[in-house]
């Protein structure tokens, strides 16, 4: 009951924010102030942590490369008929073949009873063995860009078997990822652009060399003005790039750093509700 309470003034607290900011629309950029109510947003972290690991199933999978890539699968109560996959892609700091670490707060906000009850989904978590995303300079720009690692070829060869396995509705397969796992969102968009219907990149680092292919594809970029370890000024540069095509949401979170990004505001629906209004084309 208390979870509940806790989930329903998350709500009110995101429609406040939202009533009190009308320049918040689908797509274009939006700031954000810094929540002061540290004591709910603690709170309501531990809550979405403490969900039980179990209710994913664990596997292996190995494709075409010579390093085999351990998951985590949530499958909705009722497959009956054909649902969304939504896909996390996890941070540097969850690298390794545990298959326990990846299972971080976003893989656990879509496994929520709240969420699923309002948006059922199958919920992919990989755990990379390796980093699936590099950064480099982008001489061009003056700002880092990131690069696709083999690891992340491999995880995309998960999503097609799965596809095969699985009762999933082919036009919603969605991305989001926070850090490294953000920049691999990105990755994953410019390599299978056809694939996804949409991706959600927080704190991550974007990719310039396929902008004109990013640019056709629903993305929401999430970062903190404050972020050093994976610099704004990426993600700015990128929304300056594609924001003319009308398919990018960029909220900008006034001072927050990059491990500070999980704010009350996107700790509700408000994730899954943006992703699920997308549908490939």
Not at 95 to 101: A, E, F, L, P
Not at 143 to 168: E, F, G, H
Not at 207 to 234: A, C, R, Y
Request: one cysteine or more.
């Amino acid at each position: 009951m208390q979870i509940k309470l806790n989930y329903a003034f998350a709500v009110f607290f995101l429609c406040g924010i939202l009533s009190c900011n009308k320049s918040i629309h689908t797509f274009g950029k939006t700031k954000i102030e810094k929540s002061i109510d540290s004591i709910y947003l603690k709170q309501r972290i531990a809550e979405i942590k403490s969900l039980n690991t179990d209710v994913f199933a664990k596997g292996s999978f190995k494709g075409t490369t010579d390093t085999p890539i351990v998951y985590r699968l949530l499958k909705p109560k009722s497959t009956n008929r054909k649902l969304p996959l939504v896909i996390v892609f996890h941070g540097s700091n969850a690298v390794g073949n545990d298959n326990t670490s990846q299972l971080g707060i976003l893989a656990k906000l879509f496994a929520t009873d709240e969420i699923q009850a309002k948006y059922p989904a199958f919920v992919l978590a990989h755990q990379f063995p390796s980093r699936s995303s590099n950064y480099i300079l982008d001489q061009k720009r003056n700002v880092l860009t990131s690069v696709p690692q083999p690891c992340l070829t491999t995880a995309l060869q998960l999503i097609d078997s799965l596809k095969n396995t699985l009762n999933i509705d082919e036009d919603r397969i969605y991305l989001i990822g926070f850090s490294m796992g953000a920049s691999s969102v990105i990755n994953a968009l410019s390599l299978k652009p056809d694939l996804f219907a949409a991706g959600i990149s927080i704190s991550g680092i974007p990719q310039f060399d396929k902008v004109k292919t990013l640019t056709n594809i629903p993305i929401w970029l999430i970062h903190g003005n404050m972020d050093t370890e994976n610099p704004f000024n990426s993600d700015e540069k990128f929304f300056e790039e594609v924001r003319y095509n009308n398919r990018t949401r960029f909220w900008e979170f006034d001072n927050l750093a990059h491990n500070d990004i999980f704010a009350p505001a996107i700790l509700t629906d408000e994730l899954p509700k943006w992703l699920f209004k997308n549908k490939r084309k």
